[in-house]
């Protein structure tokens, strides 16, 4: 989405490469323990790191990410 393509620009470069590998897991094995996926309202939501999450819609096999950013993104999805 455009907000992922906005927030992610505004990650730093480690954090950048992080949300790039955790892409690959969840391209190629979407139940690698790294991601610890889970449900949050309507969304799903996977760890890049300690401090930053991804969420995403799923709809069988397809992911679209809809944001990316520090813990404190998950208080906005926690609020729907």
């Known amino acids: 989405t455009e907000e992922l393509k906005k927030r992610y620009q505004e990650l730093p470069a480690p954090i950048q490469k992080k949300f790039q590998k955790q892409l690959r897991f969840l391209q190629t094995d979407?139940?690698?323990?790294?991601l610890r996926i889970h449900r949050l309202n309507d969304e799903g939501e996977?760890?890049?790191d300690i401090h930053y999450r991804c969420f995403f819609h799923q709809d069988g096999n397809t992911y679209t990410l809809l944001t990316i950013g520090g813990h404190r993104i998950v208080d906005r999805y926690k609020c729907k």
Request: no cysteine.
């Open 30 to 34: 979407p139940k690698h323990p790294s």
């Open 46 to 48: 996977f760890y890049v």
